[in-house]
């Protein structure tokens, strides 16, 4: 459990770098712009809290809830986010350099112009998430949902895509250089050169649906 200590800090100083909040009930809290940094907050009860700008660099956020969070431009660079629930979060410009988010409920984020290179994404549920723009490039997307995912103009070069459900996905005008996609589902997927793909529908889908 959290150390009551650093809570309180982190609510009068918005400062708890390296802090000790695991399990901590900071819903709907108001932390723009806080020193997370290097902070325990694994399973911290974080639903709709204002991160906006916040520095959570190297954080471990292991099983965190952050439904619906405010996370836009926050630093997450090489955080641990793995099964964190981030439904419906606000990720925009958010930097995920080489950060864990193995198994994520990304449901729905925003995550449009996101910096992501290297990051971990297996088994990540992105249904209907909003990539728009984000840089990917060498990510881990295998086995990734990405069920009716917007990656248009997003960067995905040498990222590994291998086993992920892209039906319904649209990468328009995407890079996918050197992109890997052994036995990835293309179902109604959109291409970059704007080419729907069919070649994984069942036999009674038709291309007009």
């Known amino acids: 459990m959290a150390k009551e200590a650093d809570v309180k800090r982190l609510l009068e100083t918005n400062i708890c770098a390296t802090g000790d909040l695991k399990e901590a009930n900071l819903r709907e809290a108001n932390l723009r712009e806080a020193d997370l940094s290097d902070a325990d907050l694994e399973g911290a009860k974080l639903y709709k809290a204002d991160l906006h700008r916040a520095n959570l660099g190297e954080a471990r956020l292991h099983r965190a809830d952050l439904w619906g969070a405010n996370l836009e431009g926050a630093n997450l660079r090489e955080a641990n986010l793995e099964g964190a629930k981030?439904?419906?979060?606000?990720?925009?410009?958010?930097?995920?350099?080489?950060?864990?988010?193995?198994?994520?409920?990304?449901?729905?984020a925003d995550l449009r112009e996101a910096y992501l290179p290297r990051a971990t994404l297996r088994e990540a549920d992105l249904e209907r998430a909003n990539l728009y723009k984000a840089d990917l490039s060498d990510a881990n997307l295998e086995r990734a949902n990405l069920y009716k995912a917007d990656l248009s103009g997003a960067n995905l070069p040498g990222a590994n895509l291998s086993d992920a459900n892209l039906t319904g996905a649209v990468l328009r005008d995407a890079n996918i250089d050197f992109a890997d996609f052994t036995n990835a589902k293309l179902c109604n997927t959109v291409m970059p050169d704007g080419q729907r793909i069919f070649q994984d529908c069942p036999r009674d889908i038709g291309k007009d649906e």
């Open 86 to 108: 981030l439904y419906k979060a606000d990720l925009r410009e958010a930097t995920l350099f080489r950060a864990d988010l193995y198994k994520a409920d990304l449901r729905e």
